[in-house]
């Protein structure tokens, strides 16, 4: 493979890496990072794993530590919109020219990555450590991608991981049982590293709990060390180690946050013990101003149009609990769309009996399944099931639906791919609008 020569061509390089090859090992991400020397080690990093809430965690976590007056360093994937959202920095998206530039910088010093060229997840996580350290950030929050012991982000060197709630997705990779999974999330802990653990299955927190006994690590777990209460009155107020906090506002809609958040104040909390300076007052802060697009994010109005990336039966279940406080006694019509390697029946099962009408949609991806294959799988569970040849279509025919039913409004889910496509279909939308105003 030629070496790309300008960041222009940098970034077409890595964009033609498979997006969805998936190489289970850390000896290429290793490699290059020695012929980096050692990046990883130039910044401490929350490290966090798990199935669900990963994101919203890390972003919390994110927002606190720059309220604190840290410069952050967030990877996270898979991204919505843009790939740059993987790697952002103070804050902001690293920007296309700074991209490229990356890229070239890792090329030049491990260019084996053009003979036998990286996964893409493998070589945007080396970009990014490499990014980090470039930028000077004071601490890093690493997302793990699907699993935890040969996912590329074990290569880095945290002071601090994190398991969030583990159940049952990419099983072909991590195993089939609950045990299994969390075994391989629990590949994140390092020996002398401490972990904060969010409430888990019985099956699941024996796994991991076993392992850090196994490397003699403290562990914090959720419901035992720590934890969030809600009063009668909806107030929230956090319990930990060392801190009390009352009266939490929480940035991020959806009863499932308010684990998110405990988890993130459990990491706060150990970050600082770990010479991480950060403030309660400041936790305070990332837990009210913290972002995440994709999760019960209203892109449109009239009617209400709502994306969430819940894409397993433990994300759609947290999602329906979400739907009951935020939407209670309202129209639902439901875009759907899945890839064919995801367990759909016990989805398909839990949301569509909720809705009044099911728009089934194809992806933009080669993993997109299509509608046609099981239609009538969705209609056994919705009187009213329409597959269409294109979101445009499915999105439309929602709308038109819930234009049609009082405080009827539009639920987009079944994939992180689907709330992507949304994002960028509406802002489209949106920019022809007025520029024809």
Not at 107 to 131: I, Q
Request: include cysteine; glycine fraction near 10%; charge should be negative.
């Amino acid at each position: 493979m030629d070496a790309p020569r300008t960041p222009e061509e940098a970034l077409r390089f890595f964009q033609a890496l498979n997006p969805s090859g998936i190489k289970l090992g850390l000896e290429r991400v290793k490699d290059a990072l020695a012929a980096l020397d050692h990046p990883e080690r130039d910044y401490p990093a929350l490290h966090v794993a798990g199935t669900n809430g990963k994101g919203s965690t890390c972003a919390f976590v994110a927002r606190a530590l720059e309220a604190s007056g840290h410069r952050v360093g967030l990877y996270t994937s898979p991204h919505l919109v843009r790939v740059n959202e993987r790697i952002r920095v103070a804050g902001e998206d690293i920007p296309d020219d700074v991209f490229g530039q990356r890229i070239l910088e890792v090329l030049e010093r491990y260019p084996s990555a053009l003979a036998d060229p990286m996964t893409y997840f493998e070589f945007g996580t080396v970009v990014a450590l490499w990014h980090f350290s470039r930028e000077r950030v004071d601490v890093a929050v690493l997302e793990t991608g699907l699993g935890g012991r040969l996912d590329a982000t074990s290569a880095a060197n945290p002071v601090v991981t994190c398991v969030t709630p583990v159940s049952f997705d990419h099983m072909e990779y991590l195993g089939h049982t609950l045990r299994d999974i969390a075994g391989e999330k629990a590949g994140i802990f390092k020996p002398g590293v401490p972990v904060v653990l969010s409430r888990q299955d019985p099956e699941a927190m024996d796994a991991l709990l076993r392992r850090a006994e196994q490397l003699g690590v403290p562990v914090r777990v959720e419901g035992r060390d720590f934890g969030l209460e809600v009063h009668d009155d909806g107030r929230l107020a956090y319990r930990g180690l060392g801190w009390s906090l009352g009266d939490l506002t929480l940035a991020l809609r959806g009863p499932y946050q308010r684990q998110n958040a405990a988890v993130a104040l459990a990491c706060l909390e150990t970050l600082q013990a770990r010479g991480v300076a950060v403030t309660p007052q400041a936790a305070r802060v990332g837990l009210a101003t913290a972002r995440w697009p994709g999760r019960l994010e209203e892109v449109a109005s009239h009617p209400p149009v709502v994306v969430d990336g819940a894409h397993n039966p433990a994300g759609v279940a947290v999602l329906l609990e979400a739907l009951d406080a935020l939407y209670a006694g309202r129209p639902l019509h439901l875009v759907f769309g899945v890839v064919a390697d995801k367990d759909r029946g016990p989805m398909m099962r839990a949301l569509l009996p909720r809705a009044t009408s099911v728009h089934l949609t194809p992806l933009d991806t080669p993993r997109s399944l299509a509608p046609e294959r099981y239609t009538d799988e969705a209609r056994a569970l919705c009187s009213r099931v329409v597959a269409h040849a294109s979101l445009e279509d499915a999105l439309a025919g929602a709308r038109v639906d819930a234009d049609g039913s009082p405080e009827g409004w539009v639920l987009c889910t079944g994939s992180l791919f689907l709330v992507g496509a949304v994002k960028r279909l509406v802002a489209g939308n949106l920019g022809a609008m007025q520029q024809r105003q």
